[in-house]
């Protein structure tokens, strides 16, 4: 599989001289799609095989219908999660029961995130605010074990050693990817920076823009993801070069937050980026995540901070979740 990539021509790079090209994982599958995929790919292989090095390679574009014995995929999410999303599609489509445990208060009728995932199959059940920040947590663990029995958890938004592994073969599957000198890419947990950061080939660098405020905390928790992977003899794409930063200026106040600037840009970018190569379709953003990316990315170039630069923009997907925002936008404005 070769990953499609499109190439555009926007004003203030061409003045800069940046070259531009996106990344377009959320063309990959129009259900599991955006990074999500890379990060569901081994932990779903570990459900099925007991391990992520078994003998079932899962390939999304030859989805085999595996049977795997009795377990269930157990995962946890917020309401309009595109992880939930991708989960349940990516359940459906190998045949592997899900559960979805739900931050938050049941909501009647269900948002449209959660009502794709129920039709997926997906069984879902809810946690209270405070009961969900014990997601992680070994007894709550234990308890959802011995209430539905033989489940692989994954933890929420996919953020273990098994996700960081399939995005470590993000750019290995991108056509002559060490051209690329800078790559860019949203952050939630960092799962996928960690991924492509240990992917980088020497003079290539990766900016994380984290969507939380404050995102100056995920710097340990990289790292920590970066330590741990390199602690095992997973395979290592690149040369180790592992050369990265965050810059945590476009959070727009918080996750979810938006603005009217942050309208105005996606709407510009949406109606700006002139297709040059490849891909007819023309480009989307959401506005959790690739909206606030390209928004700081954008700004960056007119302050001349990438000189020269060919930038490899990854667009991460979830346009699921502009469904639900524009349901809440209507209510606001
Ligand atoms: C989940 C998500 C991210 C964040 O990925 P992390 O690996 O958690 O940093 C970025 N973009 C989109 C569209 C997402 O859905």
Redesign the pocket.
């Known amino acids: 599989m070769e990953l499609p990539i499109q190439t555009i021509s926007y004003p203030d790079a061409d003045k800069h001289k940046v070259k531009i090209s996106i990344l377009r994982l959320d063309l990959i599958h129009p259900l599991v799609n955006?990074?999500?995929w890379f990060?569901l790919k081994y932990n779903l292989q570990a459900a099925i095989n007991n391990s992520s090095d078994g003998i079932i390679q899962l390939d999304l574009s030859q989805p085999v219908n595996i049977s795997p014995s009795q377990i269930k995929i157990l995962t946890f999410g917020g309401a309009y999660s595109?992880?939930i999303y991708a989960t349940a599609a990516a359940g459906n489509l190998f045949n592997i029961p899900t559960i979805g445990m739900i931050r938050g208060e049941e909501n009647s009728p269900l948002n449209p995130t959660l009502e794709f995932a129920q039709a997926q199959g997906m069984e879902l059940f809810y946690l209270s605010r405070e009961a969900y920040k014990q997601r992680n947590s070994i007894t709550l663990h234990q308890e959802l074990k011995a209430k539905f029995g033989n489940i692989y958890i994954i933890p929420e938004?996919?953020?273990n050693q098994n996700?960081v592994r399939g995005?470590t073969e993000i750019l290995n599957l991108v056509h002559d990817y060490q051209a690329f000198d800078v790559i860019c890419?949203?952050?939630?947990?960092?799962?996928?920076?960690a991924g492509i950061i240990l992917s980088l080939y020497q003079n290539q660098r990766v900016i994380g823009f984290p969507?939380l405020k404050g995102g100056e905390f995920l710097k340990p928790e990289i790292t920590k993801l970066i330590n741990q992977y390199l602690a095992t003899n997973l395979p290592l794409p690149g040369d180790r070069s592992v050369n990265w930063d965050l810059v945590c200026d476009y959070h727009f106040g918080g996750y979810a937050r938006i603005n009217k600037n942050l309208l105005t840009f996606k709407q510009e970018f949406e109606r700006l980026t002139v297709i040059e190569s490849g891909i007819k379709s023309g480009m989307e953003l959401?506005y959790?995540?690739?909206s606030k990316m390209f928004y700081g990315v954008v700004d960056l170039i007119k302050q001349g901070y990438f000189p020269n630069c060919r930038l490899l923009l990854v667009h991460?997907?979830?346009l699921q979740?502009n469904k639900g925002m524009k349901q809440k936008l209507s209510k606001i404005l």
């Open positions: 955006g990074n999500k990060k595109n992880h938004g996919g953020c996700g995005c890419v949203a952050c939630g947990t960092g799962t996928t920076l969507v959401d959790i995540y690739t991460t997907g979830g979740g």
